[in-house]
Structure formats: C-alpha cells, structure tokens
C-alpha cells in the first residue's frame, strides 16, 4: 500500500491526480508493474489492468491483486473485471475521496462502490478495503491538492 501511495506522490509531482496502483504477482510480493494516474479517463487502476491484459494471460491475472490507494471507480473496477484481475485491495474509500474533491470538476465522483460493480458480474474477484490502519495515509496527499487546483 505504501509503495503504490509512493507512485501516486510521483504522479502528483508530475501535475496529476494523486492516484497510484501496483499489480501484485500470486506470490503476493513480486510487483510486476506500477502506474499512477495519467488524466481523468486514463486513471492508474485501468490503465495498469489495461497493460496487464496485454502482457499476461487472464489465468495468471486470475492469481493476481491490483493494489490501490483509493477504491477504484466503476471505469477502474470494470476494467479490472475484463483484465481478469482476481483481487483488488485498495487504501481508503470513494466516500474519503469525496468528502475531499467535494463537487470538484476535475473528480465528480460516482457514488457506485466497486463491490457493486464486482457483484453485476460473472467473475468471482475478491475485494479487501478500505484499510482503516493505511486510510489516514492515502489520503494525506489529497488534503490541499484538490483545493488548490
């Protein structure tokens, strides 16, 4: 959590979102790749389960977890769905983000949690979070950034 929390840092020093996501090996250590937020429609989560579809079969994804620092939107949960990820773990919840972008332009949130996404599927794909002991954490980032755009 804390190293996809370290991504999302070098996306806000690069001008975006403060988001950052890690795909997890079945090992449950091995990092096979990282991104962090590139614009509002190429969010970390899709865009990472984008370029995991095109690098790994869906068995091995099945085995995999996306790890967050923010609970993914229904872009992101849908296309970790089709990516074939088996896990999500994310740091804090939409409602956190929310209550820290408010009506803010560049985020309007959807009020639509990813276990409602996962559960309009077929797939079996496990989600752990928010994770109370790392949620102050992921959202320190956000506290000034959305105010200050």
């Given at each position: 959590?804390?190293?996809?929390?370290?991504?999302?840092?070098?996306?806000?020093?690069?001008?975006?979102?403060?988001?950052?996501?890690?795909?997890?090996?079945?090992?449950?250590?091995?990092?096979?790749?990282?991104?962090?937020?590139?614009?509002?429609?190429?969010?970390?989560?899709?865009?990472l389960?984008?370029?995991?579809a095109?690098?790994?079969?869906?068995?091995?994804?099945?085995?995999?977890?996306?790890?967050?620092?923010?609970?993914?939107c229904?872009?992101c949960?849908?296309?970790?769905?089709?990516?074939?990820?088996?896990?999500?773990?994310?740091?804090?919840?939409?409602?956190?983000?929310?209550?820290?972008?408010?009506?803010?332009?560049?985020?309007?949130?959807?009020?639509?949690?990813?276990?409602?996404?996962?559960?309009?599927?077929?797939?079996?794909?496990?989600?752990?979070?928010?994770?109370?002991?790392?949620?102050?954490?992921?959202?320190?980032?956000?506290?000034?950034?959305?105010s200050?755009?």
């Amino acid at each position: 959590m804390r190293r996809a929390n370290a991504v999302a840092l070098r996306a806000m020093a690069m001008g975006r979102h403060p988001f950052g996501a890690l795909l997890v090996g079945p090992d449950d250590e091995t990092v096979l790749a990282e991104q962090g937020n590139i614009d509002t429609v190429n969010h970390a989560e899709s865009t990472l389960a984008r370029t995991a579809a095109d690098n790994w079969p869906g068995e091995y994804l099945a085995r995999c977890t996306l790890v967050t620092t923010f609970e993914p939107c229904a872009m992101c949960t849908g296309t970790i769905y089709w990516a074939n990820i088996g896990r999500i773990v994310y740091g804090a919840s939409e409602q956190a983000l929310l209550a820290l972008t408010g009506d803010h332009e560049e985020n309007p949130t959807l009020s639509l949690p990813c276990r409602e996404v996962i559960a309009r599927g077929q797939k079996a794909i496990e989600v752990v979070g928010p994770i109370q002991t790392m949620e102050a954490e992921m959202v320190e980032p956000h506290r000034h950034f959305w105010s200050e755009r």
